[in-house]
């Protein structure tokens, strides 16, 4: 339903806790960077909407480890996760005050919580992660956050919408990371599979779409100096999944995709647009091109898969991603934060459903192609200088 | 003790923080009350009724990975030409025409784009050695490098070895579709089966760029 919050399905395995892990913290870093960047900005509505959110996140990830990490283990992530967000917030304040005592005081909390949190994951792990590679990886979701913040307050808006990017990116290998550590040693083995990689690296590429697509909406919606730097980053995630498919499909595959795909999100601009010109019969167009490409997409994916995903409910499938996308950039021109936070994040976590049945039917339909065995590549000749045979 | 909330910077703005990550049971008790004094939105001030936002176009234009042409190991003095591989009747990958010539398999990825990019080589002909006889002794580290069409180069560095039987070869685990781009380079190993004419293993060097 439209206008409801986040809500992933229950995980019915050790490898979908994996995964929703990842997809969860890609999330996170996704509104952690949101609500840095409305505060240095001073917009306060959406900071208090992105904070929200990242509240349920925070709330969510328990929900997730509490079967793994215990209640009073769910209690501890809780409250440091928290402080952390708290003063990552806090690091956005001092930047938009310039005020260098609050930034300095804030990244010194930053980076005692990075020991605490880094600790804390060490000791839920059964001894599978080290105190060193634990700090690591935090020390680095809260740099490129931290980092992003600092360009984006010194307008430097590329650079912060590669921070963007590069902030979300770790957040999977954090979550990768955070599931061997964590989740039973069995779980852990299999999440490097093929099958789990490819969902995974599907879900974090078109829940970035997702991200991009509606920050680049807002910032058009509110004329702001970020929008060409969100603009090149939301093309940089059309050529990865472009990318994609030629690994796939094949390059005309892939073409054919682009085309697509582009369509896609230029009409999501030019209904962003349209709104912003109160222009009905432009948003009416775009809306009616939108469903062109919804069915247009649909054949294409179904074909490629080998008619695995069935035309007709993916048409229906990337028609909610549209009307989700429509309404949240309708709710945030009208400045109803909330209900467009919520609607961002439904139509974020759709992506994490869509990125399943695609995969699915896209190792299937692949896995019939596969070589059968291993290569022939030898002639004997120094066998038993090999092998003593 | 981790549960300790530090620092003195909760003022009354970071209101706004506490409330909605910590009370994780009741987000939306969160009241405007918290947030102190906000500074103003911007939001108001810029999204104006009938103005133009600013152009965006999508990108239309890509440019693929270049097909891959020679294979470089220093560490191992490899340096070989690339033939291009599809497979064997019997399904495999077909093994390279030249003892002293390495293939890449051209029905998977290029090296250097998403997912698992494979190159076999023979290990010995019939009488000596090979182009891939040094391969399996390449370590952790090592550094390979693939020439491309193009005239650019992807390097990549070796994470891991394996032997396997090949009666017992892994191929969904080897070759199934990611998108992580990975090098895999191949060859024989094991014993010889003189009946067959054929070493029973495979070994397997993989690589990521790097």
């Given at each position: 339903?439209?206008?409801?919050?986040?809500?992933?399905?229950?995980?019915?395995?050790?490898?979908?806790?994996?995964?929703?892990?990842?997809?969860?913290?890609?999330?996170?870093?996704?509104?952690?960077?949101?609500?840095?960047?409305?505060?240095?900005?001073?917009?306060?509505?959406?900071?208090q909407s992105a904070n929200a959110a990242l509240g349920q996140n925070t709330k969510a990830m328990g929900d997730l480890l509490q079967p793994v990490i215990g209640g009073k283990g769910r209690e501890q992530f809780a409250e440091a996760w928290?402080?952390?967000?708290?003063?990552?917030?806090?690091?956005?304040?001092?930047?938009?005050?310039?005020?260098?005592?609050?930034?300095?005081?804030?990244?010194?909390?930053?980076?005692?919580?990075?020991?605490?949190?880094?600790?804390?994951?060490?000791?839920?792990?059964?001894?599978?992660?080290?105190?060193?590679?634990?700090?690591?990886?935090?020390?680095?979701?809260?740099?490129?956050?931290?980092?992003?913040?600092?360009?984006?307050?010194?307008?430097?808006?590329?650079?912060?919408?590669?921070?963007?990017?590069?902030?979300?990116a770790h957040s999977f290998q954090l979550g990768a990371a955070l599931a061997h550590a964590l989740l039973p040693a069995k779980v852990g083995a299999g999440l490097d599979s093929p099958a789990l990689t490819l969902r995974s690296s599907l879900?974090?590429?078109?829940?970035?779409?997702?991200?991009?697509?509606?920050?680049?909406?807002?910032?058009?919606?509110?004329?702001?100096?970020?929008?060409?730097?969100?603009?090149?980053?939301?093309?940089?995630?059309?050529?990865?999944?472009?990318?994609?498919?030629?690994?796939?499909?094949?390059?005309?595959?892939?073409?054919?995709?682009?085309?697509?795909?582009?369509?896609?999100?230029?009409?999501?601009?030019?209904?962003?647009?349209?709104?912003?010109?109160?222009?009905?019969?432009?948003?009416?167009?775009?809306?009616?091109?939108?469903?062109?490409?919804?069915?247009?997409?649909?054949?294409?994916?179904?074909?490629?898969?080998?008619?695995?995903?069935?035309?007709?409910?993916?048409?229906?499938?990337?028609?909610?991603?549209?009307?989700?996308?429509?309404?949240?950039?309708?709710?945030?021109?009208?400045?109803?934060?909330?209900?467009?936070?919520?609607?961002?994040?439904?139509?974020?976590?759709?992506?994490?459903?869509?990125?399943?049945?695609?995969?699915?039917?896209?190792?299937?339909?692949?896995?019939?192609?596969?070589?059968?065995?291993?290569?022939?590549?030898?002639?004997?000749?120094?066998?038993?200088?090999?092998?003593?045979? | 003790?981790?549960?300790?909330?530090?620092?003195?910077?909760?003022?009354?703005?970071?209101?706004?923080?506490?409330?909605?990550?910590?009370?994780?049971?009741?987000?939306?008790?969160?009241?405007?009350?918290?947030?102190?004094?906000?500074?103003?939105?911007?939001?108001?001030?810029?999204?104006?009724?009938?103005?133009?936002?600013?152009?965006?176009?999508?990108?239309?234009?890509?440019?693929?990975?270049?097909?891959?042409?020679?294979?470089?190991?220093?560490?191992?003095?490899?340096?070989?030409?690339?033939?291009?591989?599809?497979?064997?009747?019997?399904?495999?990958?077909?093994?390279?025409?030249?003892?002293?010539?390495?293939?890449?398999?051209?029905?998977?990825?290029?090296?250097?784009?998403?997912?698992?990019?494979?190159?076999?080589?023979?290990?010995?002909?019939?009488?000596?050695?090979?182009?891939?006889?040094?391969?399996?002794?390449?370590?952790?580290?090592?550094?390979?490098?693939?020439?491309?069409?193009?005239?650019?180069?992807?390097?990549?560095?070796?994470?891991?070895?394996?032997?396997?039987?090949?009666?017992?070869?892994?191929?969904?685990?080897?070759?199934?579709p990611t998108l992580r781009s990975s090098l895999l380079l191949m060859t024989c190993g094991g014993s010889f089966d003189q009946s067959a004419g054929h070493y029973r293993d495979n070994i397997i060097i993989t690589a990521v760029p790097g």
């Amino acid at each position: 339903m439209i206008g409801a919050p986040l809500v992933l399905p229950a995980p019915t395995s050790g490898a979908e806790t994996a995964l929703q892990l990842e997809a969860l913290l890609g999330h996170h870093s996704i509104l952690a960077a949101d609500l840095m960047r409305a505060r240095i900005r001073g917009d306060a509505d959406l900071a208090q909407s992105a904070n929200a959110a990242l509240g349920q996140n925070t709330k969510a990830m328990g929900d997730l480890l509490q079967p793994v990490i215990g209640g009073k283990g769910r209690e501890q992530f809780a409250e440091a996760w928290a402080e952390h967000i708290t003063e990552l917030f806090n690091y956005a304040r001092g930047l938009a005050t310039k005020d260098e005592a609050v930034r300095k005081e804030a990244h010194e909390e930053l980076v005692e919580y990075e020991e605490d949190l880094a600790t804390f994951f060490v000791a839920q792990s059964h001894g599978r992660l080290n105190q060193a590679a634990a700090l690591a990886a935090v020390r680095e979701h809260v740099d490129h956050l931290v980092e992003g913040a600092d360009a984006y307050a010194a307008k430097d808006y590329q650079g912060a919408a590669t921070m963007y990017r590069h902030a979300y990116a770790h957040s999977f290998q954090l979550g990768a990371a955070l599931a061997h550590a964590l989740l039973p040693a069995k779980v852990g083995a299999g999440l490097d599979s093929p099958a789990l990689t490819l969902r995974s690296s599907l879900t974090q590429s078109l829940g970035e779409h997702v991200a991009l697509v509606v920050a680049a909406m807002r910032s058009a919606v509110g004329d702001q100096d970020d929008f060409s730097a969100m603009g090149t980053a939301l093309n940089a995630n059309t050529l990865d999944l472009t990318s994609a498919i030629d690994t796939l499909f094949g390059a005309t595959a892939a073409k054919g995709f682009q085309s697509r795909w582009a369509d896609h999100v230029d009409q999501l601009m030019v209904y962003t647009s349209a709104t912003v010109k109160d222009d009905a019969a432009g948003q009416q167009t775009a809306r009616l091109k939108l469903r062109e490409f919804d069915s247009s997409f649909a054949a294409f994916l179904n074909t490629a898969t080998q008619n695995r995903v069935g035309e007709p409910a993916l048409t229906q499938t990337f028609a909610l991603h549209d009307r989700m996308l429509l309404a949240e950039i309708d709710a945030y021109a009208a400045k109803s934060f909330q209900p467009a936070q919520d609607l961002s994040q439904q139509a974020y976590a759709e992506m994490f459903t869509v990125s399943q049945q695609l995969s699915e039917a896209i190792g299937a339909t692949l896995g019939d192609r596969l070589p059968r065995g291993g290569s022939q590549t030898g002639g004997g000749g120094l066998a038993v200088h090999l092998s003593g045979g | 003790m981790i549960l300790a909330v530090r620092g003195a910077a909760s003022v009354r703005e970071l209101g706004i923080v506490l409330c909605g990550v910590l009370l994780t049971g009741g987000l939306t008790a969160c009241n405007s009350a918290a947030i102190g004094q906000p500074p103003p939105s911007t939001v108001a001030q810029t999204s104006t009724s009938g103005t133009d936002v600013q152009p965006f176009r999508s990108v239309r234009t890509y440019t693929g990975v270049a097909l891959p042409v020679r294979l470089r190991i220093p560490s191992q003095r490899i340096n070989t030409p690339l033939q291009r591989l599809g497979q064997a009747a019997d399904g495999t990958i077909a093994a390279p025409t030249e003892w002293q010539v390495a293939g890449w398999y051209d029905e998977g990825p290029r090296p250097g784009q998403k997912g698992p990019a494979v190159i076999v080589g023979h290990i010995d002909s019939r009488s000596g050695p090979a182009v891939f006889f040094r391969l399996p002794d390449l370590k952790r580290g090592d550094a390979v490098y693939v020439d491309r069409e193009d005239g650019s180069t992807v390097r990549f560095r070796v994470t891991g070895r394996r032997q396997v039987a090949k009666a017992r070869f892994p191929a969904k685990a080897v070759y199934s579709p990611t998108l992580r781009s990975s090098l895999l380079l191949m060859t024989c190993g094991g014993s010889f089966d003189q009946s067959a004419g054929h070493y029973r293993d495979n070994i397997i060097i993989t690589a990521v760029p790097g």
